[in-house]
């Protein structure tokens, strides 16, 4: 029976394929049956993961006795022991092989549901320490789950239903020749980073608003996508033929053939106006009235420069440089990695400018999506970005170093997120010109680069002056300005309708900083979601901003709107809409 459901439209396009159903969280693992013949073959599963587990243990505490005690403590000695003595506890193994042999559970679904016995069991001590000790427990079975995810066993019992893949199975699969749209609870940003290899044509997530970075980086992939689409990951069934519109936010199963053909036909006009769009790659971005318009790209990976180049961009925005943190168990890029990842991403631009963002996690994009942040009420108002660099000033170094050394193979800027006080910005100076004297004390060339902010915080966009004294160039990063601004937390569906960048202090907000940058002759560009969206282009260029900086699928459409734009005429109408009240209804006026 066809049905609808109705999400948030953050990428736009038709896509149609087969949906794929899978778990996205640590605890939302493989659920299914197996067949009494396959339990010796889950519980060695479980074992061989165990073991892996305890012999990467057993060789960090043979590294670590080597160190000192500045570079190990004690306490990590001691850590290490706890771990291992809740490995080879009998109670977690044994209650993992009784829920196979028993219940016929697979190998994940027995240690995760071993897990919440054993966890309720801490939950009642009187002991603090031992009550603490839960989260250990959490960390060893999440390792073992990662030890076991190299042996996927197949679910034979198919009358109890298809076992969930995971995302590893999917995301690396490049042998599937049907069209597959990928649907899930939530997707982390590195879970999206393998997206990016992956062979689906579209996805859909229960969570997420339109900024969210989940929805960024859809769009950077230039597919349909909608997320914030509540409960249809557990509506829509494996297999399901499932069409995704992203222009309207709806996600349509088991459609009817009239609406399959209604949907293709859709789906081909899209890929003939993409057509018509590439003609204008070549042509370069300058208004009617001769105004000189700067498209460049933001990128997640070195080599999205590449396609970013390809794409008729003028240079690299926004490169975020997080991207090569996540995922990583905790075990942050060095030095050298950082550089070659920048230098690939700095040549692959061909002499281009290329602008790097110094590390911004926390809030929606934690270093590690297996990790949790609910020690802190909002994390989006805590220790993220240029907070979190600060407060680890020799992982901050290791990036200002590994940015100045890639500065020698082409044009680089340095952009730094989150700013909001003089303080701030002056232990930033100081870690920069540290950075500088480490890499002449050791004889290292690096080269020069000009020095940006970004505006995202209210306090920025209101002391901008203050700005302007410090830095070559500033960005403004509107996902957060709006978010900050009025309240919303951009990833939370439910408040989604509320999140405006045409709201009146928005606007402001982005019309003083283009209006005080251009006043003293410094570059300034948005970098945020309003800089791609082309319902917003004519206004952004009414304002007097000439730079944006977007995904490289929609530099050609911008470019368009840009070519048939006259500036002069645009001001008026730009400023009228800045004082109104309502300017999504002043908006609806022509310039």
């Not at 597919?223 to 399901?240: E, F, K, M, N, Y």
């Amino acid at each position: 029976m066809t049905f609808a459901i109705h999400g948030l439209a953050v990428a736009r396009g038709i896509a149609i394929g087969r949906a794929v159903l899978v778990a996205s969280s640590r605890v939302d693992v493989a659920h299914y049956f197996v067949q009494p013949q396959e339990v010796e073959r889950e519980v060695e599963r479980i074992r061989v993961g165990r073991d892996t587990v305890v012999e990467e243990i057993v060789r960090l505490q043979e590294t670590i006795s080597h160190m000192g005690p500045k570079e190990a403590p004690h306490e990590l000695s001691a850590l290490l022991d706890v771990h291992l003595m809740l490995l080879q506890d009998g109670e977690l193994i044994g209650g993992v092989k009784r829920w196979i042999t028993e219940r016929l559970y697979n190998a994940e679904w027995a240690l995760t549901t071993q897990l919440e016995v054993i966890a309720r069991q801490f939950d009642e001590m009187e002991d603090a320490y031992l009550r603490e000790r839960k989260a250990d427990l959490e960390q060893i079975c999440e390792r073992v789950l990662r030890a076991m995810k190299a042996t996927v066993s197949i679910a034979a019992n198919t009358q109890r239903g298809p076992r969930k893949p995971s995302q590893q199975d999917l995301l690396l699969d490049d042998t599937v020749d049907v069209p597959l749209v990928l649907i899930a609870h939530d997707l982390s940003p590195a879970d999206m980073l393998q997206f990016k290899q992956s062979v689906f044509a579209g996805f859909i997530t229960d969570v997420g608003g339109k900024t969210s970075h989940t929805a960024i980086v859809a769009r950077s992939m230039d597919i349909p996508a909608v997320v914030g689409a509540r409960t249809c990951s557990q509506l829509v069934r494996q297999d399901d033929w499932v069409i995704i519109d992203g222009d309207a936010g709806v996600v349509i199963i088991d459609p009817s053939p009239i609406i399959l053909a209604e949907y293709g036909f859709k789906q081909r006009q899209g890929e003939l106006e993409r057509g018509r769009l590439s003609r204008l790659l070549h042509t370069p971005s300058i208004t009617m009235d001769g105004e000189k318009v700067e498209l460049l790209a933001n990128i997640e990976m070195p080599e999205d420069a590449q396609v970013a180049y390809k794409s008729g961009a003028m240079g690299v925005g926004l490169f975020r440089s997080e991207f090569l943190f996540m995922g990583r168990q905790g075990i942050l890029p060095g030095e050298e990695e950082q550089y070659q990842a920048y230098k690939r991403a700095v040549e692959g631009m061909q002499g281009l400018p290329v602008t790097i963002r110094t590390v911004d996690v926390g809030a929606d994009k934690p270093l590690d999506s297996s990790v949790h942040d609910d020690a802190h009420l909002n994390p989006a108002l805590g220790l993220r970005a240029i907070r979190w660099s600060l407060a680890d000033p020799s992982m901050f170094l290791t990036q200002l170093r590994a940015i100045l050394r890639a500065a020698c193979h082409g044009p680089v800027k340095l952009l730094i997120p989150m700013l909001a006080h003089a303080g701030e910005i002056k232990q930033t100076l100081n870690h920069i010109a540290q950075a500088r004297s480490m890499l002449e004390r050791k004889k290292m060339p690096y080269g020069a680069i000009k020095l940006g902010a970004m505006i995202e915080v209210p306090a920025a966009a209101i002391s901008v002056q203050m700005f302007l004294k410090h830095f070559d160039f500033l960005s403004i990063g509107t996902n957060d300005l709006i978010q900050y601004t009025l309240a919303i937390d951009r990833a939370d569906e439910s408040v989604a309708h509320l999140y405006d960048p045409l709201h009146p202090a928005v606007l402001k907000l982005v019309a003083d900083t283009i209006s005080a940058c251009r006043a003293q002759g410094k570059e300034v560009s948005v970098c945020g979601e309003m800089a791609g969206d082309v319902g917003l282009t004519r206004l952004l260029l009414g304002m007097g901003l000439r730079s944006f900086s977007m995904h490289p699928a929609q530099i050609l459409a911008v470019k368009q709107l840009v070519l048939r734009a006259d500036s002069a005429r645009l001001a008026p109408w730009a400023l009228k809409i800045c004082q109104s009240e309502e300017p999504a209804l002043e908006m609806e006026t022509k310039a």
